[in-house]
Protein backbone atom coordinates (compact mmCIF):
# COMPACT_ATOMS: atom_id res chain seq x y z
CA UNK A 1 0.00 0.00 0.00
CA UNK A 2 2.93 2.31 0.69
CA UNK A 3 4.04 1.53 -2.80
CA UNK A 4 1.38 1.79 -4.49
CA UNK A 5 -1.09 4.46 -2.33
CA UNK A 6 -4.11 2.80 -4.19
CA UNK A 7 -5.51 0.33 -1.89
CA UNK A 8 -6.56 -1.56 -4.99
CA UNK A 9 -3.57 -1.99 -6.60
CA UNK A 10 -1.74 -3.55 -3.21
CA UNK A 11 -4.16 -5.91 -3.26
CA UNK A 12 -3.76 -6.90 -6.88
CA UNK A 13 0.11 -7.01 -6.62
CA UNK A 14 -0.32 -9.10 -3.35
CA UNK A 15 -2.05 -11.46 -5.22
CA UNK A 16 0.56 -11.63 -8.06
CA UNK A 17 3.48 -11.84 -6.14
CA UNK A 18 1.44 -14.84 -4.24
CA UNK A 19 0.73 -16.58 -7.10
CA UNK A 20 4.31 -16.40 -8.44
CA UNK A 21 5.22 -17.62 -4.55
CA UNK A 22 3.42 -20.61 -5.27
CA UNK A 23 4.69 -21.08 -8.87
CA UNK A 24 8.09 -20.88 -8.08
CA UNK A 25 8.74 -20.73 -3.91
CA UNK A 26 12.21 -19.16 -3.48
CA UNK A 27 14.95 -21.60 -1.82
CA UNK A 28 16.52 -21.86 1.61
CA UNK A 29 14.07 -19.81 4.40
CA UNK A 30 13.86 -16.48 3.40
CA UNK A 31 10.38 -16.29 2.66
CA UNK A 32 9.54 -12.28 3.87
CA UNK A 33 12.57 -10.75 2.34
CA UNK A 34 11.53 -12.73 -1.15
CA UNK A 35 7.61 -11.94 -0.95
CA UNK A 36 8.79 -7.90 -0.38
CA UNK A 37 11.53 -7.79 -3.03
CA UNK A 38 8.71 -9.54 -5.45
CA UNK A 39 6.31 -7.23 -4.53
CA UNK A 40 8.32 -4.17 -4.85
CA UNK A 41 9.39 -5.41 -8.40
CA UNK A 42 5.37 -6.14 -9.31
CA UNK A 43 4.49 -2.41 -8.41
CA UNK A 44 7.25 -0.84 -10.27
CA UNK A 45 6.60 -2.59 -13.42
CA UNK A 46 3.20 -1.91 -13.30
CA UNK A 47 4.10 1.27 -12.59
CA UNK A 48 6.45 1.54 -15.50
CA UNK A 49 3.73 0.33 -17.92
CA UNK A 50 0.99 2.53 -16.64
CA UNK A 51 3.77 5.14 -17.10
CA UNK A 52 4.14 4.09 -20.61
CA UNK A 53 0.66 4.08 -21.46
CA UNK A 54 0.23 7.33 -20.51
CA UNK A 55 2.90 8.68 -22.15
CA UNK A 56 1.61 7.34 -25.64
CA UNK A 57 -2.48 8.04 -24.79
CA UNK A 58 -1.46 11.01 -23.72
CA UNK A 59 -3.92 10.73 -20.45
CA UNK A 60 -1.72 11.98 -17.42
CA UNK A 61 -4.53 12.33 -15.32
CA UNK A 62 -4.86 9.91 -12.08
CA UNK A 63 -8.37 9.61 -11.32
CA UNK A 64 -9.88 8.63 -7.91
CA UNK A 65 -11.71 4.95 -7.11
CA UNK A 66 -15.34 5.76 -8.17
CA UNK A 67 -16.65 5.61 -4.35
CA UNK A 68 -14.41 8.00 -3.14
CA UNK A 69 -15.97 11.34 -2.17
CA UNK A 70 -13.88 14.53 -3.74
CA UNK A 71 -11.60 15.79 -1.12
CA UNK A 72 -11.77 19.81 -0.44
CA UNK A 73 -9.12 22.66 -2.89
CA UNK A 74 -7.23 23.27 -0.05
CA UNK A 75 -6.69 19.88 1.21
CA UNK A 76 -6.18 18.36 -2.29
CA UNK A 77 -3.51 21.33 -2.67
CA UNK A 78 -1.76 20.67 0.51
CA UNK A 79 -1.82 16.90 -0.05
CA UNK A 80 -0.65 17.22 -3.32
CA UNK A 81 2.30 18.93 -1.90
CA UNK A 82 3.46 17.08 0.95
CA UNK A 83 3.04 13.65 -1.02
CA UNK A 84 5.30 15.16 -4.19
CA UNK A 85 7.50 16.46 -1.29
CA UNK A 86 7.77 12.94 0.03
CA UNK A 87 8.36 11.31 -3.52
CA UNK A 88 11.23 13.69 -4.33
CA UNK A 89 13.26 12.83 -1.12
CA UNK A 90 12.87 9.45 -1.59
CA UNK A 91 13.53 9.94 -5.35
CA UNK A 92 16.98 11.11 -4.27
CA UNK A 93 17.33 8.16 -2.12
CA UNK A 94 19.48 5.23 -3.98
CA UNK A 95 17.19 2.16 -4.76
CA UNK A 96 18.88 0.53 -1.75
CA UNK A 97 18.13 3.34 1.05
CA UNK A 98 14.37 3.23 -0.21
CA UNK A 99 14.13 -0.56 -0.14
CA UNK A 100 15.92 -0.57 3.23
CA UNK A 101 13.66 2.47 4.50
CA UNK A 102 10.24 0.84 2.80
CA UNK A 103 11.05 -2.68 4.36
CA UNK A 104 11.95 -1.38 7.87
CA UNK A 105 9.12 0.25 8.36
CA UNK A 106 7.01 -2.26 6.97
CA UNK A 107 8.60 -4.36 10.43
CA UNK A 108 11.38 -6.24 8.46
CA UNK A 109 14.15 -7.80 10.50
CA UNK A 110 17.86 -6.73 9.69
CA UNK A 111 18.59 -10.38 8.37
CA UNK A 112 15.63 -9.92 6.01
CA UNK A 113 16.38 -6.45 4.75
CA UNK A 114 20.23 -7.30 4.64
CA UNK A 115 18.94 -10.55 2.19
CA UNK A 116 16.30 -8.38 -0.39
CA UNK A 117 19.39 -5.82 -0.84
CA UNK A 118 22.14 -7.92 -0.94
CA UNK A 119 24.17 -6.75 2.62
CA UNK A 120 25.43 -7.99 5.39
CA UNK A 121 23.27 -7.46 8.45
CA UNK A 122 25.77 -5.36 10.52
CA UNK A 123 25.03 -2.31 7.54
CA UNK A 124 21.79 -2.47 7.63
CA UNK A 125 21.58 0.30 10.67
CA UNK A 126 24.26 2.13 8.89
CA UNK A 127 22.02 2.51 5.81
CA UNK A 128 18.86 3.41 7.46
CA UNK A 129 20.32 5.88 9.49
CA UNK A 130 21.81 7.69 6.58
CA UNK A 131 18.52 7.33 4.21
CA UNK A 132 16.70 8.98 7.26
CA UNK A 133 19.53 11.41 7.49
CA UNK A 134 18.66 12.60 3.96
CA UNK A 135 15.07 12.52 3.63
CA UNK A 136 15.58 14.92 7.10
CA UNK A 137 17.82 17.11 4.69
CA UNK A 138 15.43 17.25 2.33
CA UNK A 139 12.10 17.55 3.74
CA UNK A 140 10.94 20.91 5.85
CA UNK A 141 10.12 19.87 9.55
CA UNK A 142 6.74 21.16 9.32
CA UNK A 143 3.78 21.99 7.15
CA UNK A 144 4.32 25.77 7.28
CA UNK A 145 7.52 25.00 5.16
CA UNK A 146 5.42 23.73 2.68
Partial sequence: MRLTGDPDLAADAAQETFTRLIEKPPRGNRHRAWLFTVATNVVRAW??????????????????????????????????????????????LSEKERTVLLMREEGFSHREIADAVGTTTGSIGTMIARALDKLAETLPLDSEDL
Fill in 47 to 92: SNRRKRRNELIGDNHERAAIGDPPPGPDTTVESNQLRQLVRDALED
